[in-house]
């Protein structure tokens, strides 16, 4: 497996992006939606960093059916906290097509937040079908299979604790 991204590159941009949700959101009190299974990793890498209160939650999300996105993003667990008139932060690992942030953020609009952010590590322009906005970024990187520090292969691989390119093998 070819290495994308090393442990430490990816440790010094989630330390950067948590300095910037620091001073953003200075004197506020968001909510940081971590979508799961895959923002995990990237998600509790990145409050340790965050040093303003923050409440944190989850929701379940699935467009993938091993290697691609089926195209069918599908809610599995919803937040247990009420997010109106509340900064919401949404948490990804990789945006690719943009279609599951673009449901996600629909769905959590419905609910009225005072504002809405999305902060991911990776970043696939290549391969995006819906424009999103996207307030944080960590790495745009190219059309490749990412896995490792969270992203799978059917389950696999989520404990690298660097960001690899998924040959098949």
Do not use: W
């Not at 950067?16 to 959101?25: E, K, L, T, V």
């Not at 993938?64 to 667990?77: D, E, H, I, P």
């Not at 504002?115 to 490749?144: H, M, Q, W």
Request: hydrophobic share 40%; net charge negative; glycine share 6%.
């Amino acid at each position: 497996m070819n290495i994308l991204l090393e442990e430490y590159l990816i440790k010094d941009k989630v330390a950067q992006i948590a300095a910037q949700i620091n001073d953003d959101y200075m004197n506020k009190n968001p909510v940081i939606v971590g979508i799961l299974k895959g923002a995990f990793v990237f998600m509790s890498d990145l409050i340790r960093h965050i040093e303003i209160p923050v409440e944190i939650d989850f929701l379940c999300i699935s467009s993938y059916n091993g290697k691609a996105s089926s195209g069918v993003v599908r809610l599995s667990n919803d937040l247990s906290i009420n997010i109106e008139d509340r900064d919401v932060i949404v948490v990804e690992d990789i945006i690719d097509s943009g279609r599951t942030i673009s449901f996600i953020l629909s769905n959590l609009e419905t609910r009225h937040p005072r504002s809405l952010a999305v902060c991911t590590l990776l970043n696939k322009n290549e391969d995006r079908v819906v424009d999103v906005p996207l307030t944080y970024v960590g790495f745009n990187i190219p059309s490749v299979f990412a896995v490792g520090y969270g992203l799978d292969h059917k389950n696999q691989y989520r404990n690298l604790p660097y960001i690899g390119v998924f040959d098949g093998s």
